[in-house]
């Protein structure tokens, strides 16, 4: 999961940013709300797994 | 007696075929449209999300799918797995062992290839736009 935001996060930011800088930060905090959001769904999901 | 327009009024008409052939050489090899028109993080960020996401994906031996697929999820996952361009054509060279579906990283690995096809899908459309002057 963490490679796959990663990545995404990356082409991301290559096309809805155009300087390094704004690229960068808007890669990071791409890659936090995947994770944030694909761990918070998990969890959410966890009751009906049992 | 004819009238001629001042040199400074003879704009050169954009070749129609120039976005084409970015967009085609765009999806044969991730980044190289952006290449192409000089946009060089977009070519370097592309090519890398693409080839990441295909390479992790031929590593935990996940499913490509082809044209036979007969079931329409088969379809579509072949249509997101060309989308990758050239590590689709040489996914048979670079995935010897075949998928492995018996675990879950042959599900992440399936899912990953996709994800590489669609994400360069994403880098022609970008570049495809850039070479019609549509987009920065």
Same mark, same amino acid.
Request: aromatic residues 10%; charged residues 15%; glycine residues 12%.
């Given at each position: 999961?963490?490679?796959?935001?990663?990545?995404?996060?990356?082409?991301?930011?290559?096309?809805?940013?155009?300087?390094?800088?704004?690229?960068?930060?808007?890669?990071?905090?791409? @890659?936090?709300?995947?994770?944030?959001?694909?761990?918070? /769904?998990?969890?959410?999901?966890?009751?009906?797994?049992? | 007696?004819?009238?001629?327009?001042?040199?400074?009024? /003879?704009?050169?008409?954009?070749?129609?075929?120039?976005?084409?052939?970015?967009?085609?050489?765009?999806?044969?090899?991730?980044?190289?449209?952006?290449?192409?028109?000089?946009?060089?993080?977009?070519?370097?960020?592309?090519?890398?999300?693409?080839?990441?996401?295909?390479?992790?994906?031929?590593?935990?031996?996940?499913?490509?799918?082809?044209?036979?697929?007969?079931?329409?999820?088969?379809?579509?996952?072949?249509?997101?797995?060309?989308?990758?361009?050239?590590?689709? @054509?040489?996914?048979?060279?670079?995935?010897?062992?075949?998928?492995?579906?018996?675990?879950?990283?042959?599900?992440?690995?399936?899912?990953?290839?996709?994800?590489?096809?669609?994400?360069?899908?994403?880098? /022609?459309?970008?570049?495809?736009?850039?070479?019609?002057?549509?987009?920065?």
């Amino acid at each position: 999961m963490v490679i796959f935001a990663l990545l995404v996060s990356v082409a991301f930011a290559c096309v809805g940013r155009h300087t390094a800088a704004t690229r960068i930060k808007y890669a990071l905090l791409s @890659f936090l709300l995947f994770l944030a959001i694909g761990i918070g /769904v998990a969890w959410l999901m966890y009751p009906l797994s049992r | 007696m004819a009238t001629h327009a001042p040199l400074s009024e /003879v704009r050169e008409k954009p070749n129609p075929a120039i976005p084409v052939v970015v967009a085609i050489a765009a999806w044969i090899v991730p980044g190289l449209g952006h290449l192409l028109l000089r946009r060089w993080g977009r070519a370097i960020g592309f090519f890398v999300a693409t080839a990441g996401l295909a390479l992790a994906g031929y590593a935990l031996r996940g499913e490509i799918f082809s044209h036979h697929s007969t079931d329409p999820f088969g379809a579509l996952g072949f249509i997101a797995d060309l989308g990758s361009g050239v590590f689709y @054509f040489v996914s048979h060279l670079v995935e010897t062992a075949g998928p492995d579906l018996s675990r879950a990283s042959g599900d992440y690995g399936t899912r990953m290839l996709a994800a590489a096809g669609i994400v360069n899908l994403l880098g /022609v459309i970008d570049a495809f736009g850039i070479a019609r002057g549509r987009r920065g």
